[in-house]
């Protein structure tokens, strides 16, 4: 007979013993280090596209990337749910 199973089970019970768990990978996604860095990631994408539609000088391009870079770092963190509490390896 077949055992009906969510797909959090399922990987639950497929796993290897020393495999990681769902909650401990979750924690590492919301870890500030990687949220910080998406956020610089994004801004300056956002900075590269405005000057690839702008072309402005030398000096506007720099505070146009510096601004967008610090606008990433700044907004992304409050977009993320979770964002720099304590996650515990074991659940909740």
């Known amino acids: 007979m077949t055992q009906l ?3 959090r089970e399922r990987l639950d019970r497929d796993a290897p013993p020393d495999a990681a768990t769902f909650e401990s990978v979750f924690a ?3 870890d500030k280090t990687l949220v910080l860095s998406y956020g610089f990631r994004m801004g300056l994408a956002v900075g590269i596209v405005f000057l690839m539609t702008t ?7 720099l505070a146009a990337l510096g601004t967008a870079s610090l606008a990433g770092v700044v907004l992304v963190p409050g977009l993320v749910r979770d964002f720099g509490t304590p996650q515990s390896a074991g659940g909740q």
């Open 5 to 7: 199973v969510g797909p």
């Open 55 to 61: 072309q402005p000088e030398l000096p506007l391009s």
């Open 28 to 30: 590492q996604t919301t």
